[in-house]
């Protein structure tokens, strides 16, 4: 976005833009709102805009605990139970695990039943590409973790972050990352499956994400709603079967 282009979205003349940019002119809250308005900034960003020239925050940081955020932790809870009996969880924007319905902490309870003791870490994608972690379970774990990486990286291009980059470096510790960025297999269907095999059985899912729509706080708008569901027949037999998961327990914090 040029300067001109910016300067008519935030409604401020570009000379004046130029002043701000350039350390010449001191920006108002106001027209630093503007401008994250204008650039599409996150909560958290408009945060550090703001503070940066001298400004308080404007969009408060509330953890999921708080008694402030009870019909939040109670919507995110409707919709973990309500997907029973496929997996659900609630990560944050560094994809660490929050809450899981029964079913996802069943699948990981399979997994370490088959595998042993997970690492010591709650970040699903370091997860993924630990051997000691969900590695070892995941049939096409070459382009789930190709896949993953591609998205990791696009979200750094969007907006870098520090938690985001070490875990980035993280996961080159534990692969070669360049080989899974260029491993991008041809696929028919139209979404990417993920394979599992835990117990004998072999399990394909795929995932939706969901996020809150009107956020005003930080966490809440990074909040993501991570959705499973069956990709065949056998899969859906698997989470419905007779004694399966216990749909009694409500979501656990992780």
């Keep these: 976005m040029s300067q001109l282009d910016l300067a ?29 308005e204008a650039l599409d900034l996150s909560c958290r960003d408009t945060n550090h805009l703001l503070v940066a020239a001298g400004h308080p925050p404007r969009f408060s940081e509330t953890r999921l605990d708080d008694p402030a955020m009870a019909p939040v932790r109670r919507a995110l809870e409707v919709m973990l139970e309500n997907h029973s009996p496929y997996p659900a969880a609630v990560l944050d924007a560094h994809w660490n695990l929050l809450l899981a319905n029964p079913a996802q902490q069943a699948l990981i309870q399979a997994v370490v039943a088959e595998g042993g003791p997970l690492p010591q870490t709650g970040n699903m994608v370091e997860l993924v590409f630990h051997p000691e972690g969900f590695r070892p379970f995941i049939a096409n774990w070459e382009t789930v973790a190709g896949f993953l990486l591609r998205r990791l990286r696009r979200d750094l291009d969007t907006r870098p972050d520090t938690v985001l980059r ?61 959705h499973y569901f069956p990709a065949d027949d056998a899969t859906r037999a698997f989470f419905e079967e007779a004694g399966g998961f216990d749909r009694t327990e409500g979501p656990e914090s992780v």
């Design 8 to 36: 008519m979205r935030a409604e401020v003349s570009s000379r004046h833009l130029s002043f701000v940019e350039t350390g010449r002119a001191q920006p108002s809250a106001g027209l630093l709102q503007r401008l994250a």
């Design 166 to 226: 070490a875990l980035y470096q993280r996961l080159s510790e534990l692969a070669d990352v360049d080989a899974l960025l260029e491993h991008t297999p041809a696929s028919v269907e139209p979404m990417l499956t993920l394979e599992l095999d835990i117990a004998g059985r072999r399990l394909r899912t795929f995932s939706t994400l969901a996020c809150f729509g009107t956020a005003v706080d930080v966490v809440v708008e990074e909040l993501r709603i991570e």
